[in-house]
């Protein structure tokens, strides 16, 4: 699933250590040793923050007995037995369907190392900084300002080739308090017709593209993304 909304409701290394220069006084005295040749490391910076610890950091909807709880692809079955063991990479999507119901529930339970995950590097959310993106999703690309209400998910198309389809599908977000053209308790439909790529080396499909639309007035046949 696409991190779009509608209506608006996502390292650098440490500087490399000088070479030590010591300079000799003139004539050939005792070497005077500088301030500069001095300084320890902690002078050149912390080190970069590594993605695991910016993920934990972030907050998550995930509730304690999440295994227990109806999943929220809607599948009617428990989450420990549907979209989870995809979470914790227990098993691989083989198939289109699994990569949309399993990032809808990661969008819904706010799971962002799922999301890049699952997204294929071709595609234009993909960046190779991945503490950024992770920011970036967790500050505007998580649908904090909504409820996720229901996913509709269509069949699977087959596209040009073997390694890649096509599925087109609803989410119903209701939003959680009045902001900009939305009012709290408001539906909102966005649909939209993702494109998935097959890996042939593991058999593992991902998210590389989508075209998004809204049931807003105006909007029906507007490609939101575009």
């Not at 290394?13 to 005077?32: C, E, I, Q, V």
């Amino acid at each position: 699933m696409a991190k779009r909304e509608q209506p608006r409701v996502a390292i650098t290394s440490a500087p490399n250590h000088p070479s030590p220069t010591s300079l000799s006084a003139k004539g050939g005295g005792k070497k005077k040793k500088s301030k500069r040749s001095a300084q320890t490391a902690k002078g050149f910076g912390a080190p970069p923050p590594k993605l695991e610890d910016v993920l934990s950091s972030f907050k998550t909807r995930m509730p304690d007995d999440a295994d227990a709880q109806a999943c929220p692809c809607g599948s009617a079955k428990v989450y420990g037995e549907c979209c989870g063991p995809l979470h914790r990479g227990e098993r691989i999507c083989t198939t289109m369907t699994d990569v949309l119901r399993s990032r809808y529930s990661a969008f819904s339970w706010r799971n962002i190392q799922y999301v890049m995950d699952t997204t294929h590097e071709t595609c234009r959310d993909w960046r190779d900084d991945h503490v950024a993106w992770a920011r970036d999703l967790n500050k505007g690309g998580m649908f904090d300002s909504f409820d996720f209400v229901q996913l509709e998910a269509g069949e699977e198309e087959p596209g040009e080739n073997e390694n890649e389809g096509y599925v087109t599908f609803k989410v119903t977000l209701r939003a959680k308090e009045d902001r900009g053209s939305a009012v709290a308790g408001q539906e909102t439909v966005i649909s939209e017709r993702s494109k998935f790529l097959w890996d042939p080396e593991d058999g593992s499909w991902s998210y590389a593209s989508g075209d998004v639309r809204s049931d807003v007035a105006g909007l029906e046949e507007t490609t939101l993304n575009a």
